[in-house]
């Protein structure tokens, strides 16, 4: 098959996804296309050695990445982020009419900042059938007259329509299928396809001395949350299950953010000793950081939006068997509980989450390994990049051989 892939960002940046996806298709022998911006994030200015220009390709067997220009710059406003994604719009439909037009089937990573583009490039190509990966779920419903709300509503209706233009949907959690639907998805149309993690990196290791020097001490158990520490993941929750209980286990953060001041201020007011800080590391270096604690924690704040996302870090975990705790509803409460790979409760409930801590504390150690073996054959069974790509390549093939819509219907959709 010839496959086109939209993509808003795609590697060097961290764009995992749509990168593995991209070599793994044109590795099982398809034509694939990428179409893509310059890489800018997350600093918003454009990488070193680049230069934003209009003609710009790059190929290897099988495998084209086109690039074009879009606006670039911290997405601090919605002035700003709109400018981003109608310039990046533009751009990819003026280019999508020569590049894209005679691929079977369209694949588009399908986040808030693809949104203009995909709406232009399924006008432009017509009856070029597509496969979007949904990633995140925008509502237009009870949008206020502020900027925000204004841009919430735009984002909103262009995505109804290109969720009934879509020849297939793939949804990134499972709570994710009943908002497409509801924002106008055909349900016959939707399927389920949950993220995977770059498994070169992140597979079970054995720590080595210098890692567990790092994250473990006095022979505690160690909670570790690794990655963002910000407004979603609301760690003030677990550094206060923490504090009351100071001699039972060690958390160890790892990573930075916008609330990073707001949590170590709060672990400093409430004496909470045994909550440890540890700057940002490498992808690299943090399988050896997950197997030198006892389990990781993931966490989300009970915020609707929030109930129907997978965050990645829960499969980074569970490809490395390592057992999780789980403050989070929805979705990733469940994957966690269902493949008996660790502990949950509910968000934002940090006498609950307390609990959870002290009963980690008090499990045996092969129980735990026990717990990261169960959690690591759903991610390979469930989550891995072969399972994934087998889906997304199933989805393309039924997509490229479904009945041809009635001349015109796609352009009806964006009417």
Request: hydrophobic share 45%; with cysteine; glycine share 8%.
């Amino acid at each position: 098959m010839k496959i086109g892939i939209l993509s808003y960002h795609f590697p060097p940046e961290p764009a995992f996804i749509p990168g593995s996806l991209a070599e793994e298709l044109a590795a099982r022998g398809h034509e694939v296309r990428v179409l893509t911006g310059f890489p800018d994030y997350p600093g918003g200015h454009v990488y070193p050695g680049w230069r934003q220009r209009w003609h710009h390709e790059t190929h290897s067997e099988r495998l084209t990445v086109r690039r074009v220009p879009r606006y670039s710059g911290r997405a601090a406003s919605t002035g700003t982020r709109m400018a981003s994604y109608l310039s990046f719009a533009g751009s990819a439909t003026l280019a999508a009419r020569r590049y894209l037009r005679d691929v079977d089937a369209l694949y588009v990573f399908q986040l808030p900042a693809t949104t203009f583009a995909t709406a232009g490039v399924l006008r432009l190509l017509g009856q070029v059938p597509a496969v979007l990966h949904v990633q995140d779920v925008w509502a237009s419903d009870g949008a206020d007259e502020t900027g925000e709300g204004r841009f919430a509503a735009r984002m909103g209706s262009a995505m109804t329509r290109i969720y009934r233009a879509a020849a297939r949907i793939a949804v990134a959690a499972p709570s994710m299928r009943d908002l497409v639907v509801a924002a106008g998805a055909d349900p016959t149309r939707v399927r389920l396809v949950l993220n995977w993690t770059d498994e070169r990196i992140f597979h079970p290791v054995t720590p080595g001395a210098a890692a567990r020097q790092l994250i473990r001490r006095d022979g505690r158990c160690v909670v570790m949350h690794a990655g963002t520490i910000g407004a979603r993941q609301g760690l003030e929750t677990a550094v206060r299950a923490a504090a009351a209980l100071d001699r039972t286990m060690d958390l160890v953060l790892v990573g930075s953010g916008a609330a990073e001041r707001r949590v170590r201020g709060l672990a400093a007011e409430l004496g909470a000793d045994n909550v440890r800080f540890v700057e940002r590391r490498s992808p690299v270096d943090m399988p050896e950081l997950y197997a030198a604690a006892d389990y990781q924690l993931v966490m989300l704040r009970d915020l609707p939006e929030l109930r129907g996302t997978v965050p990645g870090k829960l499969q980074a975990a569970l490809s490395c068997a390592a057992p999780v705790v789980a403050s989070a509803g929805g979705d990733t409460a469940e994957l966690v509980e269902r493949a008996r790979a660790g502990l949950s409760c509910p968000p934002e409930d940090w006498a609950a989450l307390a609990d959870r801590f002290w009963l980690a504390a008090t499990i045996p150690a092969p129980t735990r390994a026990e717990m990261g073996r169960r959690g690591r054959a759903a991610y390979l069974r469930e989550m891995s990049l072969p399972a994934g790509v087998d889906r997304i390549e199933q989805l393309l093939h039924e997509a490229a051989g479904r009945f041809a819509q009635p001349a015109g219907e796609s352009r009806r959709n964006f009417a």
